[in-house]
């Protein structure tokens, strides 16, 4: 009896027992609702396989996509974590400790530099799963950060941009950001650098109002939201129905305010193709 309780009777459970399975291998499409697998994810990178729906993606994939291997990370400016001392529902320092917990990001920038298909370039990436990538000092500081970097390096900035706009819990402090970063882009302009903006979804607020509009190229992604404020809000004003998807990056392409509307998968490509046309007198 002891020989089938300890040996049998363990197999048998064996067999039959439930196994531990990850609960993030499949992902639902919030467009079609489909179920993609994560491995069928990632080579399509993060376009739905279904409708071509392109989901949001975090920092670091935007870099692996975009830059050649081998880039580097540059360290961004410290910033007063909580110059007003802010709090609503809970205390802004609390809310900031919650995001850099969640994300592994100190803010919502990241700024790296290397290459895209041979050719040099700084890189600029906004973080929207950072507190909705809004625009605060630490955000501005790095915009500064990489114009100066491009600069120094003699190399286009390209910028990516994903915010729901200005951080409302630093106040005035963020509202300064809007002028600092239009001074950054002059930078690089007066050194007679290109400075390219993809926009991704979604791209509104004080970020669409001063450095996601002044570049010398506008790209963006399909399906991105791109605009200041809400629709509802712009309804509201200027009391006319408005036409649909007016804030897509499709409808903004066919009325001249973006240059293309460019797939994930030709981005790299078409960054490299407009830092070589934009830089051609430099090999004449």
Known sequence: ????????????RSLFARRDVPDNLWHQCPACQQMIFHRDLEVALKICTHCGHHMRANTSERLAWTLDDGFNLIELPKVPADPLRFRDSKRYSDRLKQARDATRMD?????????IDGQRA????????????????????????????AVLQDAPLIIFTASGGARMQEGSVSLMQMPRSVIA????????????VVMTDPTTGGVTASFAMLGDIHLAEPGALIGFAGARVIEQTV???????????EYLHEHGIIDAVVKRTDMKAALARFISLLRIKEAA
């Not at 009896?1 to 048998?12: H, Y």
């Not at 009391?239 to 990056?249: D, T, V």
């Open 185 to 196: 882009t002059r930078m690089v302009k007066d050194a007679c650098l290109p400075y390219i």
């Open 239 to 249: 009391r006319e129905k408005l036409p649909e998807g007016f804030q897509r990056a």
């Open 1 to 12: 009896m002891s020989w089938l309780n300890e040996v049998i009777r363990p197999k048998i």
């Open 107 to 115: 803010d919502a920038l990241t700024v790296a530099h290397g290459s």
């Open 122 to 149: 700084v890189v600029a990436v906004m973080a929207f799963e950072f507190m909705g990538g809004s625009m605060g000092a630490a955000v501005g500081e790095g915009i500064v950060a990489a114009g100066r970097l």
